[in-house]
Structure formats: C-alpha cells, structure tokens
C-alpha cells in the first residue's frame, strides 16, 4: 500500500476555554510504521490573513504532549499566513500507545518514530505548500533533526526548541545511568517506569513541576489534560530512556550534523532543568548552517513561556520564515551566529 494512502475518519481536536483549536484546522488519522494508527491535524490560514499561504511549518512536540498544548503557537503561525502540520508521536497523545497502561511514556526505536515522520510528510505533501519548515520541540528537535540527519530533503529551514540531544541525569552519571539503562532492557523491564516512578501528571503542581515560568498557560494545559484524560502520559520507561540517548547519540555525531546543509536555528532555554544546553550550543556550531539562540531566564519550554521570553522564538521563527519565503520577494541570508543571548 502507499505509504500515502493511509486516511481514515477525521479525528477529535480537543479544546477548553481560553484554549479552543484555531480556525481552519481538521484532524485526521493516518498510518505510521507498522500500520500504528497516528494523530494529525492540519490548517489553513485565513483568506483574510493570506491570499495564498507562504508555505507550511510541520510541528513536533516533546515527550508527553499532545497537538492540543501547541494550539496557542499554532494560531500565531497562521496569523503569519503559514499552514500548519502538527502530529502526536506514537504512545501520546491520542496516537496509539505502546503499551495497555496509557500512563507510560514507552518507546522501542528511534527507526520506527523516523518512519512515522516519513509517512507523516508523504501523507500531507500533495496538500501542504511549500516551502515547509521544520519546527520541533525537544524529543520532537531531537528526532527531526535525525530525519535532517537521514536524509529528509523537502524542508527549507529548521526552528528547534530546546532539543533533546543530550538528557540531564540529575545526581547520577550518565555512565550509571547507561548501565542501569542496559541491565533493565535485557532482563525484560523496558516496558516498566524507570526507578517505579509513575509520575502522575495529575499530581503535578506549577511550583514543582512547571516547566515554564508562565502559570497562565500552565493552568490552561492542566485544563486541557482535565477535559480529556486520554492526552496523559507519565513518567518514561526504561524502553524510552534506552531510545532517548540513542536518538542523542546518533543525533550528535560530527559527519551527520554536517550534513544537515539547511539554515537551522537552535533556539534554547537558559535555565533548561531537562537537556544540556552546554551539547545543544557545540551541535549548532557543527551544522552546515546552524545558529544558536539562548533565552537567559527562560525554562524548558520557551514556547509556553511568558510573552517577552516566548516572544524570542517567535522572533527566530519570524527570520527563518523571512529567508525562506520573503513577504517582498527579498530574502535575508540566516547570518550563522555562535551565541545570541537574551536578557
């Protein structure tokens, strides 16, 4: 079968007050790697927005998010006038899950969430104008810069957040935490949580576990996650954590970041609690044409944060779009940048 052809019924966007699904948008289910049954949702801007559309940003999120936690950023790229492509990776959102308990964050191999990529892209290309650009945040960065990596050709330029190319570990060494990684995948324990941590996400508090400074937007998630349950993931298993430095390791590799020859901006938080941005700066120095962002103040997830800061990435985002589909026809070189900090 075509890798193309893979469309059932329109799937359920879910919406709360104060954060409904923009205008213009369908979900849609489609079929990823193994016949898995997989969530998208594309829009159109707004004839009163734009005439024609500029193009269409494809958006990944991070570990546990849905497409829903993304529709503020969305409306602000159709108000751009760019179409919109976003998908939930398979175990969540309302993607198939992995394993019975929805609750865990599992993963097996960083080649089947490359495949789904794939099928994402062959399924939507006949409708979404180009130019596209890439937008992807942390477990999302880190896997679309793989596919860069891999040899995905159809995208202009690249716009990461915060990716996830190398995992903080808290107290414990990577070494340990590599070596507890392996004793627990071979024994048969990949689909357990690591260290029997659940992680509820409806325990979690803004003051404990925010990974933004905005409360605004974080209440608004947790609304979100309250009106439909079925978006919540939990704590990782040891299966994803084994496919989370995997993905960083290959991600990192000199000869494969080098050979990522589109403008791609690296847009990191500053007091990232999750990844290391001290790796996310050394692999923006080592793309073909890589630029590197930081947002001081700013927590994992600079696209939920408060207005000044969030308004950083959209500034990146605003450049990207500018030199890959220039509103007058003038299009501004991406001038490669080791580090432009934001106070």
Known sequence: MNRAAAFAANAPLMGV?????PPGGVGEWFRGAGGLRLRAAFWTPSALVAQKPRGTVVLSPGRT???????????????????VLAHDWRGQGLSARLLPDRLKGHARAVEEFQDDYARLLDAFEARAPKPWIMVGHSMGGALNLLCLEGGENRFAGAVLSSPMLRIKTGKRSMWSVKLAVRWNVRHGKAGDFVLDDPDDPFDHTFEKDALTSDETRYELWRQQLYACPHLAVGGPTWGWLAFALDAGERALKPKALKS???PCTIVQSGNDDRVWKQTNRWAAKRLGRGRYVEIDHAKHEPIMETDDLRAVFLNEFDAMADYVSPINDQAQPVVKAESDAVA
């Not at 007050?17 to 699904?21: I, K, N, R, T």
């Open 65 to 83: 998010e849905p497409i829903e936690k993304y529709f503020e950023v969305i409306g602000n790229f159709l108000a751009r006038g760019w179409c």
């Open 260 to 262: 990522v020859h589109i």
């Open 17 to 21: 007050p104060g954060a409904a699904a």
